[in-house]
């Protein structure tokens, strides 16, 4: 049976790391919600203008137009197949969306769970330095520059340290976090779907560990 793999971990974790690996490696259609939305800031659908519509009043998403996106996106001839979700459901309303989506679609949900330690979360994210010229991302703990404040391609260039990854915010980002999806967990769990995996050290271990997880 085709699956539909919901992976779940803090910001941080690597949730679109392995989700792209999962694809490029397995051929794995990967769905995030986060890029879903901004796809919809510029699309000219009924759907897009209705989510323009929220937005442009600084309302919230809700759940049910948040599934309806899923829902339409999930539809489409690509996403036959098993296919991943990263960033939904996020909380326990979208998960019983989801469980009627799976239905419909015939598939199996297997919900996989990055485990990170909450120390390492803060090194990976409030450590993370990005290059204003071309992109690239360092981590003063774990991949720092070859001098401190500079990309290693452009010497010109002073690192900059997004607004997303200072302490404070990060402390906001996952707090909201525990407080939605600590729920969403023991569902899965309660339900006998969750498989946790350790969300630390090499990248290929960790892939290695969510291979062996959804198959």
């Known amino acids: ?49 209705e989510v323009q519509a929220v937005m442009a009043a600084g309302n919230l998403v809700s759940d049910e137009l948040t ?9 489409m001839p690509d996403a ?59 981590n003063i703990y774990s991949k720092p520059p070859k001098v401190e404040g500079r990309c290693d391609e452009h010497p010109d260039a002073v690192l900059e340290h997004r607004k997303d990854d200072q302490e404070d915010t990060v402390a906001a980002r996952l707090a909201t976090y525990d407080e939605l999806t600590a729920p969403l967990l023991d569902y899965y769990r309660k339900t006998d779907r969750l498989k946790a995996v350790d969300g630390t050290g090499d990248l290929e271990a960790i892939y290695s560990r969510i291979e062996r997880a959804i198959s």
């Open 1 to 49: 049976m085709d699956k539909i793999i919901v992976l779940i971990g803090a910001p941080g974790a690597g949730k679109g790391t392995q989700a792209r690996l999962l694809n490029e490696r397995r051929g794995i259609l990967q769905i995030s919600t986060g890029d879903l939305f901004r796809a919809m800031k510029s699309a000219d659908t009924p759907l897009a203008r």
């Open 80 to 138: 036959a197949g098993t296919y991943i979700l990263d960033g939904y459901p996020r909380t326990q309303v979208q998960a019983g969306q989801l469980e009627g989506l799976a239905e419909e679609q015939e598939k199996e949900i297997v919900a996989v769970e990055i485990d990170v330690p909450r120390e390492d979360l803060l090194k990976r994210l409030t450590g993370r330095r990005t290059c204003p010229i071309c992109g690239e991302i360092y």
């Open 67 to 75: 599934f309806k996106i899923v829902q339409d996106r999930t539809s």
